[in-house]
């Protein structure tokens, strides 16, 4: 059974938020999105993919390439500030995953 199947709820808010996202940034309507709106969507996000992950104990495939290098460095460095991390600790994490998903890939 897909996720999809399992959470057919979840699956449609996810087609319709994605949809409403993209009509917003078609209709170059994006500065008028609140901040706030944004902030929750990516806290909840956030906190989904990192539940996800660690109750499958393995990393998920790479996110969409669609998301350019800048992008993904601006959520990044959002999420390293939110909690006073700096590079260094980025380092320590970083090494953890890739240690976990190594490990993941052995027979």
């Known amino acids: 059974m897909s996720a999809s199947e399992a959470n057919p709820r979840l699956d449609d808010l996810t087609r319709a938020v994605h949809e ?16 706030e709106d944004v902030t929750a969507l990516l806290t909840e996000a956030v906190r989904l993919y990192a539940a996800v992950t660690e109750e499958i ?13 800048t992008e993904a460095m601006v959520v990044a460095c959002a999420l390293l500030r939110a909690h006073r991390l700096n590079p260094f600790d980025l380092a320590l994490w970083f090494s953890r995953t890739a240690r976990r998903s190594s490990t993941d890939a052995q027979p």
């Open 20 to 35: 409403r996202i993209a009509a917003t940034a078609e209709a170059g309507q994006i500065g008028r999105v609140p901040p």
């Open 57 to 69: 104990e393995r990393e998920f495939p790479p996110i969409d390439a669609s998301i350019s290098t």
